[in-house]
């Protein structure tokens, strides 16, 4: 073979030999062989020859040419040749200068003739260097065995050497070389060393025998001290590099920004404005021309920060772009990572300025690209994609320095990414509810010490139980790590956490066996006893001892304890009032209660549910606070539903069945426990009752009914849900057969036999309890049978019953009672009960009260007046609902009135009942 032959003829002749035999396309290694091989894997095959006699072809083909014969080099048990120089020198062609061209050229052809290319290349800031050595590195590191080792000295050097050596297997002699570096040694003892640390690089790279590429910049520090030669004194970093260059036997192409002291060197020119446009073309072929000159315009001949730019463009189509890679960058990438958290990105700009050392003048065009500007001195990141997933903690410790306590989150945030756990914990202890504002740290607490570990555990412990969350499973994983603390304190406070979880599911006897005796709580901070006094208050209300429950609150009131844990106590002290009849005292405690929004939320709900049973009005908007507080404070969305189911109830108390309606759809899409489910479908049933629908009130209180029944959760709240769902299915069974819907007025002589059956067993079964929902169950059902009852039963039964605390359930009652006097035609004194009645409220308390009223004047024959009452009725503020039911029930009972109307082929009630509902 000629010695002009090209590298490509050259490679084939030697693959000749392996090739034997025929298959399709004829005889294994022939020129038409290649050619119809080529063409099958998408090549021409009239450039076969080209490319192998002449060295002529594209890039792509060559490319092609090669992959297939190195394909071929394998299957035959070969090592593939390395590809030819002339290769990679199109493509590097485009986007190096006329003299890093040559420099290319001759270093990868002295490689591919088996030589030994040692070159040194100088140039400034501006002049390629980078270019030059990363084309270079695309050209090599196809190839494992040319994969150069790559090295990019400049600032601190222990930075990038110890890396090196890592690769190398030499970083434990180069860490200890390093370890010896002091500032009190003499100066030719630190140069002696130095030196002794380049001379073990240099040999363990010469016994790889890969090449190294080296980029250094004019100056350097190794472990904070001066660089220094054999004789001590003070080295820029080319002359202290020569002695490391002259000892490597390996390729190498050293771009230095100075001239080394001996060595020959190769000066590099600054780029032209042309070669600048064929590097950007090169990296981002479908850049618009106009940006592309935008950019070679912004970096004017600095090719350093046209490839920054140049990568920064690239970065913004794909995320993945390795920006880091780039030292220049990497420090003011590092610092937007630190500083701009996702939650709140923008921050001062001073702060960046304080971790690069520079103020923002000294930034490069690329790292202000990196910038963006959101007024007040305050900028965050352009290209978020780009940043590091972490920073350097030293970053965050500056950042944890610079912010103001007032800055909650940032505190946080860099306290817990600096690892600077007292002062995390510290927050956290504060306020639990800050734990919101650090997901995942729980877990990422694994690793902590115990004693830390223990502390994050009661702060989880306290955040969980303010949401109600006691069965998450942070909060029980944190539970068992407090019930093995080392701290006798902190075991006590597990077990009363443990308990307030079962108080809040209901199971209060579970709950008492988990409490410590009450003596224990004296080794408690004020905080911690607190919590457990509460809880026991809870227990003992379970119990029904609510005097008891009333002083365990008062202990706990009387402790200094954090906002947040009075808002709880104010909490439980509105509870326990409303338990013992104190209304005025439980509204004033309730509303004493602030700062977070559950506790808020459950404040307001709590007075809306208090307002609601004593009939007031206002139970309306304070029910609506609480709910858009619980909703804007993330409470779970069980407890939504149950609040919302409750708001459904009060609407429909209030005659709005349209929004009653829409609230109860709203609880059943939230519901996800199965008890918050069948409760809610309790309180959607009596709502189809109240609005006429008896077949889908059955649906939805069969459901629940079976629910309550059979349920092993919360027993003594499934009970009483269970005895009131039997109450609706009554009232569902009174409109199915009595055509008597759930809303007032309810007047008597009504036939429902299901009814009655399930009313009576239902007041055999009530407990004989004095709580305030247990009386008010009663006095519903007795006040529902009544209406089946002859009217001397009907007062037999409501006689019992009259006197109540509680003064909604008391007007309850009169009015029930008025209503059998005046079906015992007891007119005079129906009239004397309403009378007597305070003034009322309550839209259904007035509808119920206008209807005796008018019956009763009806009776003693007062017909005039009580046609005026209605006509009173018409024009008055009562709903619509309650207007028409108010014409029916008459309609029914004083057929005297139909005379009164305008002629209608209507029946009377219904007649009456639309007259009344719609008025003029």
């Known amino acids: 073979m000629s010695e002009g032959a090209t590298p490509w003829l050259r490679y084939l002749e030697a693959l000749r030999p392996h090739l034997v035999g025929r298959d399709h396309r004829g005889k294994r290694g022939s020129l038409r062989w290649l050619e119809a091989l080529v063409a099958e894997r998408g090549g021409r095959a009239g450039t076969v020859r080209n490319i192998l006699y002449k060295d002529l072809g594209s890039p792509e083909e060559k490319e092609r040419l090669y992959r297939i014969l190195a394909d071929l080099y394998q299957e035959a048990g070969l090592k593939p040749p390395p590809p030819p120089a002339e290769l990679f020198l199109e493509s590097a062609r485009k986007t190096l200068g006329r003299d890093k061209r040559r420099i290319f050229r001759a270093f990868l052809k002295d490689l591919e003739a088996g030589k030994n290319p040692q070159v040194v290349v100088v140039g400034g800031a501006a002049t390629g260097k980078g270019v030059l050595l990363s084309a270079l590195g695309q050209a090599l590191a196809a190839f494992p065995e040319r994969e150069p080792f790559t090295l990019n000295l ?371 901070e004020e905080t911690a006893r607190a919590e457990g006094l509460l809880v026991m208050a809870a227990v003992e209300r379970w119990k029904g001892d609510y005097e008891r429950a009333a002083r365990l609150v008062e202990e706990a009131e009387a402790l200094p304890v954090a906002p947040l844990l009075r808002d709880r106590v104010q909490l439980w002290r509105g509870l326990v009032a409303k338990d013992l009849g104190r209304y005025e005292e439980a509204l004033a405690a309730l509303a004493q209660v602030g700062h977070d929004p559950l506790l808020l939320g459950r404040a307001r709900y709590q007075m809306g549910d208090l307002l609601m049973r004593l009939g007031r009005l206002e139970a309306e908007p304070r029910m609506r606070e609480g709910l858009k507080a619980l909703e804007e404070g993330g409470a779970p969305r069980d407890e939504i539903a149950r609040v919302r189911a409750r708001y459904a109830t009060l609407l429909r108390r209030l005659g709005r069945y349209e929004e009653a309606e829409e609230a109860i759809q709203r609880a059943l899409a939230e519901a996800e426990d199965p008890f918050t489910r069948a409760r809610v479908e309790s309180e959607a049933g009596i709502l189809e009752a109240a609005r006429g629908r008896p077949l889908e009130a059955l649906a939805f209180l069969e459901r629940a009914e079976a629910y309550f029944r059979t349920t092993g959760e919360r027993p003594k709240e499934a009970r009483y849900r269970h005895l009131r769902t039997l109450f609706r299915l009554g009232a569902a069974y009174l409109l199915l057969e009595a055509g008597q819907p759930y809303r007032p007025p309810f007047l008597g002589g009504l036939f429902s036999p299901e009814a009655r059956r399930l009313l009576e067993g239902l007041l055999r079964d009530i407990p004989a309890e004095a709580t305030d929902r247990y009386t008010a169950l009663r006095l519903d059902a007795a006040g529902l049978l009544a209406l089946l009852l002859p009217p001397e039963e009907a007062l037999a039964l409501l006689k019992p019953l009259l006197n109540p605390e509680n003064p909604y359930l008391r007007a309850q009652a009169r009015l029930g009672y008025a209503e059998a006097l005046a079906r015992r035609e007891s007119f005079g004194e129906a009239l004397a009960q309403i009378v007597a009645l305070p003034p009322l409220e309550d839209p259904g308390l007035l509808a119920q009260a206008r209807a005796v009223e008018v019956l009763a004047l009806w009776g003693l024959g007062e017909e005039e007046a009580a046609w005026q009452k209605l006509r009173e009725v018409r024009q008055g503020a009562l709903p619509p609902a309650f207007r028409f039911q108010l014409g029916r029930a008459l309609g029914r009972l004083c057929p005297g009135l139909g005379k009164r109307l305008p002629p209608s082929p209507l029946a009377l009630p219904e007649a009456l009942g639309f007259f009344l509902a719609n008025p003029d």
């Open 154 to 524: 400049g600032g601190e050097l222990a930075q990038a050497l110890v890396p090196l050596a890592e690769a190398l297997g030499v970083a434990e002699e180069v860490r200890g070389l390093l370890a010896q570096l002091s500032p009190t040694q003499p100066f030719i003892l630190q140069g002696a060393l130095q030196g002794e640390i380049l001379g073990l690089l240099a040999k363990a790279l010469n016994q790889r025998g890969r090449p190294l590429l080296l980029r250094a910049e004019p100056e350097g520090t190794l472990e904070g001290l001066p660089l220094r030669g054999p004789d001590g004194g003070k080295r820029r970093l080319a002359a202290w590099l020569e002695p490391f260059l002259k000892g490597l036997t390996i390729p190498y192409l050293a771009a230095l920004s100075e001239p080394p002291p001996t060595l020959p060197y190769q000066p590099l020119s600054p780029p032209s404005r042309e070669e600048a446009r064929r590097f950007v073309r090169e990296r981002l072929p479908h850049l618009p021309p106009e940006r592309l000159e935008a950019l070679v315009n912004q970096a004017g001949r600095n090719f350093g920060e046209l490839s920054r730019l140049v990568l920064l463009e690239a970065a913004k189509h794909d995320p993945k772009t390795p920006l880091q890679d780039d030292p220049a960058l990497k420090p003011i990438l590092q610092a937007l990572a630190a500083f701009s958290p996702e939650a709140d990105p923008a921050f001062p700009l001073e702060l960046l300025e304080k971790a690069l050392g520079r103020p923002l003048e000294k930034l490069s065009q690329a790292e202000r690209a990196l910038l963006e500007w959101v007024g007040e001195g305050l900028v965050r990141p352009s290209l978020r994609a780009l940043l590091p997933s972490e920073a350097p903690k030293s970053l965050h410790r500056l950042a944890l320095a610079y912010f103001p306590k007032e800055n909650l989150f940032r505190r946080l945030y860099h306290a817990r990414k600096a690892g600077e756990r007292e002062e995390l914990l510290r927050l956290l202890q504060e306020d639990p509810t800050r734990l919101a504002l650090l997901p995942g740290l729980w877990e990422e607490a694994r690793s902590w010490p115990r004693e830390d570990r223990e502390v994050l555990a009661s702060v989880v412990v306290r955040y969980r139980a303010v949401l109600g969350q006691y069965a998450h499973p942070e909060a029980e994983e944190a539970l068992k790590v407090l019930a093995q603390a080392q701290n006798p304190s902190l075991r006590t406070w597990s077990r009363i956490k443990g308990a307030e979880a079962k108080v809040d599911a209901g199971h209060y006897r579970e709950a008492e066996t988990l409490l410590p005796p009450k003596e224990d709580l004296l080794h408690l």
